[in-house]
């Protein structure tokens, strides 16, 4: 529970209000990534013109990563959301109550850190990036930083005072987050990167139309730097240190997965938008009131269709092969498994409102014999898999009866009962 703190109250309280299944938990993530994109579309629009708040939202709604993972019930919507907050609440508003916007926004990326510590990587080069970019700023920007440091640091050290009296609480957390490596050499560090590179789980291939845009949006920015106003350049200082040290880190860890990639979309989108607000101001000064008028829209659209071509095309080609079959598996497996004995196997997924605990057991985790300790009796499992602990209760194993099979694209989910 404490390991992903807001994550696992937002999705109980989820729960609780529209009941347990793979729906209503995939619909926060829907509502995260929807509210990402259209804060940011806003807050872009302030700074860089509204054509430049639409394609910056377009381009984050549409990119292929975040249209695949915003759908699903994973982690890296809801810290892109808690990320997208914070940036905006930072960056905005004037010298009067920048303390409180300040201790806001320091909220809403200590949210995101506890969601996914990774994050804090991220944080801290939004902030790193957004205060060196923004330093000519008015004073109240300086305060909405350091209010957002105090309260990212009183999150942090409140949670260690929750967490460590608890004995074992934090060995249990560690062993959930992944186990990451880092290379302890340069050399091993430069391979990594090279790694990369080359393979990047499709990491890079799924955000190469914003990866694109980011670049045309940094050169545009540097090249007009000099009468760009304070708080545009904080906006592109912060989105610069956002995607610069949380990527940094990415390239050099053992265990980078393409959805780890979702957090650091936003700036690339911010990025995006900001070069198109600069080329659409270029535009501006130079062509006629008419012409103007006609170019920007039709500018606008196309980027867009640019940006989003790809991620659409994405979500096509996957609704043709979906099955939607699982709101009917959960229902169903709610009827079949009455008693309160344990799930071992697919049941997080499939048995998820079967209101009973259910337990992933593989050979280098929950090992053990869960026949015995933890009352396990059901599992979902491929009819040709074995538990490890079926040697220790050879006649229950015998005795085991086969209740029905789920087609499934990772492989034959079947529901047995052991007596």
């Given at each position: 529970?404490?390991?992903?703190?807001?994550?696992?109250?937002?999705?109980?309280?989820?729960?609780?209000?529209?009941?347990?299944?793979?729906?209503?938990?995939?619909?926060?993530?829907?509502?995260?990534?929807?509210?990402?994109?259209?804060?940011?579309?806003?807050?872009v629009g302030r700074r860089m013109?509204?054509?430049?708040?639409?394609?910056?939202?377009?381009?984050?709604?549409?990119?292929?990563?975040?249209?695949?993972?915003?759908?699903?019930?994973?982690l890296e919507p809801m810290v892109?959301?808690?990320?997208?907050?914070?940036?905006?609440?930072?960056?905005?508003?004037?010298?009067?109550?920048?303390?409180?916007?300040?201790?806001?926004?320091?909220?809403?990326?200590?949210?995101?850190?506890?969601?996914?510590?990774?994050?804090?990587?991220?944080?801290?080069?939004?902030?790193?990036?957004?205060?060196?970019?923004?330093?000519?700023?008015?004073?109240?920007?300086?305060?909405?930083?350091?209010?957002?440091?105090?309260?990212?640091?009183?999150?942090?050290?409140?949670?260690?005072?929750?967490?460590?009296?608890?004995?074992?609480?934090?060995?249990?957390?560690?062993?959930?987050?992944?186990?990451?490596?880092?290379?302890?050499?340069?050399?091993?560090?430069?391979?990594?990167?090279?790694?990369?590179?080359?393979?990047?789980?499709?990491?890079?291939?799924?955000?190469?139309?914003?990866?694109?845009?980011?670049?045309?949006?940094?050169?545009?920015?540097?090249?007009?730097?000099?009468?760009?106003?304070?708080?545009?350049?904080?906006?592109?200082?912060?989105?610069?240190?956002?995607?610069?040290?949380?990527?940094?880190?990415?390239?050099?860890?053992?265990?980078?997965?393409?959805?780890?990639?979702?957090?650091?979309?936003?700036?690339?989108?911010?990025?995006?938008?900001?070069?198109?607000?600069?080329?659409?101001?270029?535009?501006?000064?130079?062509?006629?009131?008419?012409?103007?008028?006609?170019?920007?829209?039709?500018?606008?659209?196309?980027?867009?269709?640019?940006?989003?071509?790809?991620?659409?095309?994405?979500?096509?080609?996957?609704?043709?092969?979906?099955?939607?079959?699982?709101?009917?598996?959960?229902?169903?497996?709610?009827?079949?498994?009455?008693?309160?004995?344990?799930?071992?196997?697919?049941?997080?997924?499939?048995?998820?409102?079967?209101?009973?605990?259910?337990?992933?057991?593989?050979?280098?985790?929950?090992?053990?014999?869960?026949?015995?300790?933890?009352?396990?009796?059901?599992?979902?499992?491929?009819?040709?898999?074995?538990?490890?602990?079926?040697?220790?209760?050879?006649?229950?194993?015998?005795?085991?009866?086969?209740?029905?099979?789920?087609?499934?694209?990772?492989?034959?989910?079947c529901l047995i009962r052991l007596?």
């Open positions: 529970f404490w390991a992903q703190l807001p994550f696992n109250v937002v999705i109980a309280a989820a729960f609780e209000a529209f009941g347990v299944g793979i729906i209503q938990a995939r619909a926060v993530s829907v509502a995260c990534t929807v509210v990402a994109a259209a804060v940011l579309a806003a807050f013109g509204a054509a430049a708040g639409i394609v910056a939202g377009v381009g984050l709604a549409t990119s292929t990563v975040v249209l695949y993972y915003g759908r699903l019930a994973l892109m959301l808690f990320l997208v907050l914070g940036a905006v609440t930072l960056l905005s508003g004037g010298a009067e109550g920048s303390w409180r916007r300040g201790a806001i926004a320091g909220a809403a990326l200590a949210l995101a850190i506890g969601t996914k510590p990774s994050a804090s990587v991220a944080v801290a080069g939004m902030l790193l990036g957004g205060a060196l970019a923004g330093r000519t700023a008015p004073p109240g920007m300086g305060r909405r930083f350091m209010a957002a440091l105090v309260v990212i640091g009183l999150s942090g050290a409140a949670w260690l005072v929750v967490v460590l009296p608890q004995p074992g609480l934090l060995d249990v957390i560690l062993r959930i987050w992944p186990q990451q490596s880092l290379p302890v050499s340069p050399g091993e560090a430069w391979d990594r990167v090279i790694g990369y590179l080359r393979d990047s789980d499709r990491a890079i291939p799924m955000t190469a139309p914003l990866l694109g845009g980011a670049v045309v949006g940094v050169v545009l920015a540097s090249w007009r730097w000099a009468r760009l106003d304070p708080r545009q350049r904080a906006l592109v200082g912060a989105a610069a240190g956002w995607f610069v040290l949380g990527m940094a880190i990415l390239l050099v860890v053992s265990y980078r997965p393409n959805r780890y990639v979702v957090p650091l979309v936003p700036p690339l989108a911010i990025l995006t938008g900001v070069g198109f607000g600069l080329a659409m101001a270029e535009v501006r000064a130079r062509m006629p009131r008419l012409s103007r008028r006609e170019m920007v829209p039709v500018a606008t659209l196309l980027v867009c269709t640019a940006l989003g071509v790809r991620g659409i095309g994405a979500v096509v080609d996957w609704t043709r092969t979906a099955t939607y079959r699982l709101p009917q598996i959960q229902a169903e497996l709610l009827t079949l498994v009455t008693d309160e004995h344990a799930i071992q196997g697919a049941g997080p997924t499939l048995a998820m409102r079967v209101p009973v605990p259910t337990i992933v057991g593989r050979s280098w985790v929950n090992a053990s014999d869960l026949y015995a300790t933890h009352d396990v009796r059901w599992l979902l499992f491929n009819r040709q898999m074995t538990p490890t602990w079926a040697s220790l209760h050879p006649d229950a194993w015998a005795a085991r009866e086969l209740i029905v099979c789920y087609p499934w694209p990772s492989g034959e989910a007596p």
